[in-house]
């Protein structure tokens, strides 16, 4: 039985050439089912105006939009931040332990060292693992219950084991956290360096910079 064209891929790349349809449903399929953003060069659709345009349409049309990691080097799909914020509406999708295990290491392996300056002001990848002794004590969480957290983290992708193992080495963010988009991205980076640092610079002009939002927000008729 021969399957049916699926509509949206039909209205969205329906006009172009085979050579182009072949590399936006390449890419399309690159983005979206990689375990890591994908390099430039295995993604020819982005070099044609006509092919990249197509490419986003289609995300978008799937709720989805073209993350850069790296910018012009390398990228990936992720949940537009619109979509995003419509699906998490009331609803939580992580566990309490989870979210408190995955905190500590962002925590340990971002904001810290982003605070200290050995980190990109814009990234959520971190050559700073985190230790399990250190998530064990900062948890609260009993020991069996985080690790399990750690299993679920890990296999979901939000973190990864860093070379040397448990002992050597420790956790770190992971592929899945490259995801998010630039709306989504900030909103966690500011939370992460409240959490972390709440008396430097960049907390003061964080917090101060919300209350004007605010304040702007409350006085709109």
């Given at each position: 039985?021969?399957a049916?064209?699926?509509?949206?891929f039909?209205?969205?790349?329906?006009?172009?050439?085979?050579?182009?349809?072949?590399?936006?449903?390449?890419?399309?399929?690159?983005?979206?089912?990689?375990?890591?953003?994908?390099?430039?060069?295995?993604?020819?659709?982005l070099?044609d105006?006509?092919?990249?345009?197509?490419?986003?349409?289609?995300?978008?049309?799937?709720?989805?939009?073209?993350?850069?990691?790296?910018?012009?080097?390398?990228?990936?799909?992720?949940?537009?931040?619109?979509?995003?914020?419509?699906l998490?509406?009331?609803?939580?999708?992580?566990?309490?332990?989870?979210?408190?295990?995955?905190?500590?290491?962002?925590?340990?392996?971002?904001?810290i060292?982003?605070?200290e300056?050995?980190l990109?002001?814009?990234?959520?990848?971190?050559?700073?693992?985190?230790?399990?002794?250190?998530?064990?004590?900062?948890?609260?969480?009993?020991?069996?219950?985080?690790?399990?957290?750690?299993t679920?983290?890990?296999?979901?992708?939000?973190?990864?084991?860093?070379?040397?193992?448990?002992?050597?080495?420790?956790?770190?963010?992971?592929?899945q956290?490259?995801?998010?988009?630039?709306?989504?991205?900030?909103?966690?980076?500011?939370?992460?360096?409240?959490?972390?640092?709440?008396?430097?610079?960049?907390?003061?002009?964080?917090?101060?910079?919300?209350?004007?939002?605010?304040?702007?927000?409350?006085?709109?008729?």
């Amino acid at each position: 039985m021969t399957a049916r064209p699926n509509p949206i891929f039909e209205q969205t790349l329906g006009h172009l050439n085979d050579r182009q349809r072949e590399q936006v449903e390449a890419a399309f399929a690159l983005l979206e089912y990689s375990s890591e953003p994908v390099h430039r060069q295995f993604l020819p659709a982005l070099e044609d105006a006509t092919s990249r345009a197509c490419l986003q349409r289609l995300l978008q049309r799937t709720g989805r939009t073209l993350v850069e990691v790296a910018p012009g080097l390398r990228y990936t799909s992720g949940f537009d931040d619109t979509i995003a914020a419509d699906l998490t509406a009331g609803w939580q999708p992580m566990g309490e332990m989870d979210r408190a295990v995955l905190t500590v290491i962002l925590v340990n392996s971002v904001a810290i060292p982003r605070s200290e300056e050995q980190l990109h002001a814009d990234t959520l990848s971190s050559p700073y693992p985190t230790a399990v002794t250190e998530i064990l004590r900062n948890t609260k969480i009993p020991p069996t219950e985080a690790r399990a957290a750690l299993t679920r983290l890990t296999a979901s992708g939000l973190v990864k084991l860093a070379r040397g193992g448990e002992n050597d080495g420790g956790y770190v963010p992971g592929p899945q956290l490259l995801r998010l988009a630039p709306a989504a991205r900030e909103r966690l980076q500011e939370q992460l360096i409240l959490a972390a640092a709440p008396d430097h610079p960049l907390a003061s002009a964080i917090r101060e910079r919300r209350r004007s939002q605010q304040q702007k927000g409350n006085s709109t008729p």
